[in-house]
């Protein structure tokens, strides 16, 4: 999805230069302005998508591991006893996609795991998983 946004507006933004250059400037100058800004949209996609692989996740049997990050890692171990409540989310773009992210919530104020960028049906089954973990641990305590 963010490959898809960043593509469309590099796009949209070299046709417009592009026209406006042209009209104003010439064909050389509008051509290679036009260029340059789908080259910064090839760079920009390239790092989108670094950042895209970055996201993951795996279950284990007491816990779930999300990892993140780039030039920072940041690796999260949530407790499936400690997750209060589990929500699936997906704004206007992602449900034009397919898309929903899973929020895991829980007693820490800092607590901010989430798992962008899954298909909706994979997100509920996620969603419903987790929230059977929670309560079979819960209910061993």
């Given at each position: 999805?963010?490959?898809?946004?960043?593509g469309?507006?590099?796009?949209?933004?070299?046709?417009g230069l592009?026209?406006?250059?042209?009209?104003?400037?010439?064909?050389?100058?509008?051509?290679?302005?036009?260029?340059?800004?789908?080259?910064?949209?090839?760079?920009?996609?390239?790092?989108?998508?670094?950042?895209?692989?970055?996201?993951?996740?795996?279950e284990r049997?007491?816990?779930?591991?999300?990892?993140?990050?780039?030039?920072?890692?940041?690796?999260?171990?949530?407790?499936?006893?400690?997750?209060?409540?589990?929500?699936?989310?997906?704004?206007?773009?992602?449900?034009?996609?397919?898309?929903?992210?899973?929020?895991?919530?829980?007693?820490?104020a800092?607590?901010?795991?989430?798992?962008?960028?899954?298909?909706?049906?994979?997100?509920?089954?996620?969603?419903?998983?987790?929230?059977?973990?929670?309560?079979?641990?819960?209910?061993?305590?």
């Amino acid at each position: 999805m963010r490959r898809l946004e960043v593509g469309v507006v590099a796009l949209l933004l070299a046709v417009g230069l592009f026209v406006l250059l042209l009209a104003g400037v010439g064909l050389a100058y509008g051509a290679a302005t036009s260029a340059a800004v789908l080259a910064l949209g090839a760079v920009g996609e390239v790092f989108v998508a670094r950042r895209v692989r970055a996201w993951g996740y795996a279950e284990r049997e007491d816990d779930l591991l999300v990892r993140r990050g780039v030039a920072f890692f940041r690796l999260s171990v949530i407790p499936y006893g400690r997750m209060q409540f589990i929500d699936v989310t997906a704004g206007p773009v992602e449900r034009a996609f397919g898309l929903a992210t899973v929020r895991m919530h829980t007693a820490a104020a800092a607590s901010d795991a989430r798992i962008p960028g899954l298909a909706a049906a994979e997100a509920a089954r996620l969603r419903d998983r987790l929230a059977a973990r929670g309560e079979a641990q819960a209910a061993g305590l």
